[in-house]
């Protein structure tokens, strides 16, 4: 008799796990930005949601849930109810590195999401205005080598902080990491600081003007936005990778029939030459090939790089 009751069980779920994914969606979709409107995350987020919308024909809402380093609005997507119409469009931070940086975090960055796929990624670049002498990054350790004092080095958030004290620690040279709470290029270019650690669409438009110089980019591959700057391990610095990555995720306990469903989606979408160029002339590369099972296996790696670096670096609140 349990046993009867236990395949008729298993019929009903193979019989209706299609129909989950047939029904879905049944209602507009949000997708929370745990960032402030007008941001790097709330603009891929709103281009992601656009893509989405035309995708499925539903409608796609984009919900900024700005603070606590990203962490309201992951909380907020934690404890949503896990039927794919809640999403969370996330950038690296609020699922990997507030697990060493802010303490308490009011959710498990393992057990409390559904991870869907990457979408896109950028990388930090560490630049100079055009008073440090030479183009490269071995001049610019030189010139700080040099110096009678350390030498300033501009940082906005988290991830910036870490990169530039990462590069404190590798490379032995006296600097000091200058924290901003807003972007630092007015006072590079002012002169106030010469160097600074930066992301890349954010960096993008003075070095095209100009105004700035790339010495190094700190991503695993040369940037097609900027092939002539090489990486940090090019430069010397092994395993010195430090890029902000975009992704979907969704509540845990989502249906794994949806969660499917949202990935390939999510494929279909990174994919799109239209979608890809306009991702590459801000800055961006795509995530092309990326699956659920991928997506978290590399979640967790990240986590466990970063908490090593805060480690390396002796990063304090």
């Given amino acids: 008799m349990a046993y009867k009751s236990l395949l008729m069980a298993a019929m ?22 745990a960032y402030a409107a007008g941001g790097g995350t709330d603009r891929l987020a709103r281009l992601f949601a656009d893509s989405l919308q035309e995708k499925t024909g539903t ?19 934690a404890n949503a109810k896990p039927d794919g119409h809640t999403l969370l469009f996330s950038a690296t931070s609020e699922v990997t590195i ?4 802010m303490g308490a975090v009011p959710y498990d960055i393992y ?5 869907i796929g990457r979408v896109a990624y950028t990388p930090y670049v560490i ?3 055009n008073n440090v002498p030479g183009e490269s990054l071995e001049e610019l350790e030189s010139y700080i080598a040099a110096s009678d004092s350390p030498v300033p080095i501009g940082a906005v958030a988290t991830i910036s902080r870490l990169t530039a004290e990462l590069f404190r620690v590798r490379s032995g040279l006296p600097t000091e990491t200058i924290l901003y709470n807003t972007p630092a290029m007015g006072d590079l270019l002012g002169d106030q600081i010469r160097v600074s650690v930066d992301v890349l669409p954010t960096a993008l438009p003075q070095l095209e003007a100009g105004n700035v110089k790339a010495r190094v980019v700190a991503s695993a591959d040369r940037s097609e936005l900027l092939p002539d700057v090489p990486t940090m391990e090019e430069s010397g610095y092994p395993d ?6 975009y992704s979907l995720l969704a509540p845990k ?7 499917a469903e949202l990935s390939s989606l999510l494929q279909e979408i990174v994919s799109d030459e239209a979608v890809k160029e306009q991702l590459r002339a801000q800055g961006y590369s795509t995530y092309e090939g990326d699956t659920a099972e991928a997506f978290g296996a590399f979640l967790e790696a990240e986590t466990n790089r970063w908490g090593s670096v805060v480690a390396e670096t002796g990063f304090t609140r």
């Fill in 253 to 259: 306990d989502t249906p794994p029939e949806i969660v």
């Fill in 59 to 77: 409608p796609v809402v984009v919900e900024n849930r700005a603070g606590a380093t990203g962490t309201l609005g992951a909380n907020h997507v």
């Fill in 240 to 245: 010195f990778v430090s890029t902000v990555w």
């Fill in 127 to 129: 630049i100079t205005n």
């Fill in 111 to 115: 057990n409390d999401f559904s991870p």
């Fill in 12 to 33: 009903a779920f193979v019989v209706g796990a299609p129909a989950v994914a047939q029904d879905y969606p049944s209602k507009p979709i949000t997708l929370v930005a």
């Fill in 98 to 101: 507030v697990k060493y940086t």
